[in-house]
């Protein structure tokens, strides 16, 4: 079990599936809070899919080279939350819109995961790291090129 500080600072345990963290109290606490990873999960996939330029999580591994885009009802599987060292990180899988610059996009998400997750918890996150698994044209952008191929 890993945790912060004992003083009024949050404690946040190792990031199992059985584990949760335990929110920051006031003063006089009235009992506990604690949020599971699935939570965080949200938080991280909600922040992620509203960046401009993202078509969607994918599976943290290839198949057959290729990236794998998730279906929503599997869509934790791209986002992965860890606690190394005392510290949260979380890694997200995407895959991103071609012909947009990936540097900005995947800043974007840097700081669109961080600040929601330090927002709705109030628990710092040491690192963001995004994995850019894929390209995909977008639609407008395939029809517009199918319709010059025909000319």
């Not at 939570?39 to 591994?61: D, F, K, N, W």
């Not at 995407?94 to 929601?116: C, D, P, Q, T």
């Not at 330090?118 to 090129?145: R, Y």
Request: hydrophobic content about 40%; proline content about 5%.
């Amino acid at each position: 079990m890993t945790c912060f500080g004992k003083s009024n600072r949050e404690k946040i345990l190792h990031m199992s599936k059985a584990s949760a963290i335990q929110l920051p109290h006031g003063v006089r606490p009235l009992g506990r809070i604690e949020v599971l990873p699935n939570a965080i999960h949200t938080i991280a996939m909600q922040a992620t899919s509203e960046c401009y330029g993202v078509v969607g999580l994918t599976a943290p591994r290839l198949h057959n080279g290729q990236a794998v885009l998730l279906p929503s009802e599997q869509s934790n599987q791209g986002i992965q939350v860890r606690v190394v060292n005392e510290q949260i990180i979380v890694e997200v899988y995407v895959a991103l819109e071609y012909g947009l610059r990936m540097s900005e996009i995947a800043h974007n998400i840097m700081s669109s995961v961080k600040f929601s997750i330090e927002k709705m918890l109030g628990v710092p996150v040491a690192q963001v790291n995004v994995n850019i698994q894929g390209l995909s044209h977008s639609p407008s952008f395939s029809a517009n090129q199918n319709k010059n191929n025909k000319r």
